[in-house]
């Protein structure tokens, strides 16, 4: 897609300039979401989808299920019918049905049989084919989000020659989540520079240590030295040498997603520390190319776990609806609030929109 030497794609699956970051039509908050057991974790990365405006405005449309020749599950339809009843529905609170139908799990025909008898034919047996997810059995909801979008764009490729890799950049999922990373290598011996290109759909942001979301980012673009067990065999000296290595964003998204790793990487012990996040943030120092006019992006989600480990507590969030107002939504309660109360939350994901 981007830079030198990569190809652009051959086939074009969703047309970028079809893609409206702005909402089509201004409508009041949606539904809340019952909790049917442990499924907060769930509720908050659908309603932050459900409020990611290119999303909704495609979701909305309908363009997918219109032409949607998939057998049994698909992602795209079921996130479709979803997002659909939720703006759409004039009931307070809804079942996520539209998303639990089609999810696999057995452990989910016991809590309906015990705990929802009467909703039997109406939500049924399957609880995830997309990551081994179960509604009375506390998730996380980062994980949750990878392997939704994952489902999504591996809906949007169906029907697609599997080993043709150009199109996969252009589903409307990664037309609006998908960045390049860039991972600098240079060889500290003869200077020699190697370039390496990833996509991404998330950034993972290590918070130890730091105070703002800004020098989280800070360090992450940050040159770090390759030594050790982990030397870099360099092509032109053909041998394993020291090298630094600097990884920045080569192509940014429409869609910004950050995960602030809350879990410490030896205790496993959950980082409770205020991390500010602002609701503007300004990409462009942590591109390849920091020369030119500021990349801005709007804070519209938030996702808050609240709990004193990580493997235990509840998942609520804040979005930004069509009509520009900050809802918490936490299960089946949506409360309209201010952007300073969105400020002073402990963020566990942002979602940012250019």
């Not at 449309?61 to 479709?80: L, N, V």
């Not at 949750?144 to 591996?154: E, H, N």
């Not at 950034?203 to 940050?222: C, D, Q, R, Y």
């Not at 804040?318 to 089946?332: F, H």
């Amino acid at each position: 897609v981007i830079g030198k030497g990569m190809n652009p794609p051959q086939k074009i699956l969703f047309p970028p300039e079809k893609i409206s970051m702005d909402w089509r039509q201004i409508r009041r908050p949606g539904a809340g979401l019952y909790n049917l057991g442990s499924t907060c974790y769930l509720n908050v990365v659908l309603q932050c989808l459900t409020y990611t405006p290119p999303l909704a405005n495609y979701l909305l449309s309908r363009q997918h299920s219109r032409f949607c020749h998939q057998q049994g599950f698909c992602m795209m339809c079921i996130m479709e019918a979803h997002v659909r009843k939720v703006l759409h529905s004039s009931a307070s609170v809804i079942w996520p049905r539209a998303v639990i139908r089609d999810l696999r799990c057995k452990q989910f025909q016991v809590l309906q049989q015990v705990f929802f008898p009467s909703l039997r034919g109406e939500l049924l047996t399957s609880f995830l084919v997309i990551g081994e997810f179960k509604p009375d059995i506390p998730g996380d909801a980062y994980e949750f989000l990878r392997c939704t979008l994952s489902a999504m764009q591996r809906a949007c490729l169906s029907g697609s020659n599997d080993l043709d890799m150009s199109p996969q950049g252009t589903t409307i999922i990664h037309q609006i989540f998908r960045g390049i990373l860039r991972s600098r290598v240079t060889c500290l011996s003869c200077k020699t520079v190697s370039d390496f290109y990833m996509a991404f759909l998330d950034v993972l942001l290590k918070i130890k240590g730091a105070s703002s979301v800004t020098i989280a980012l800070e360090e992450f673009v940050k040159p770090k030295q390759i030594d050790g067990k982990k030397f870099f065999k360099c092509s032109k000296c053909k041998k394993k040498v020291a090298a630094s290595k600097r990884v920045t964003i080569h192509h940014e998204p429409r869609v910004l997603t950050v995960c602030l790793g809350r879990a410490d990487e030896r205790t496993s012990r959950k980082i409770s520390q205020v991390v500010e996040y602002p609701e503007y943030l300004d990409l462009r120092p942590y591109m390849s190319n920091t020369t030119g006019g500021p990349l801005l992006y709007s804070l519209y989600a938030l996702v808050v776990h609240s709990g004193d480990t990580c493997l235990e507590g509840h998942f609520f969030c804040y979005t930004k609806a069509s009509n520009g107002q900050w809802y918490k939504m936490n299960d089946v309660t949506v409360d309209s609030c201010g952007i300073h109360t969105v400020l002073e939350q402990q963020a566990y994901l942002l979602f940012y929109a250019r």
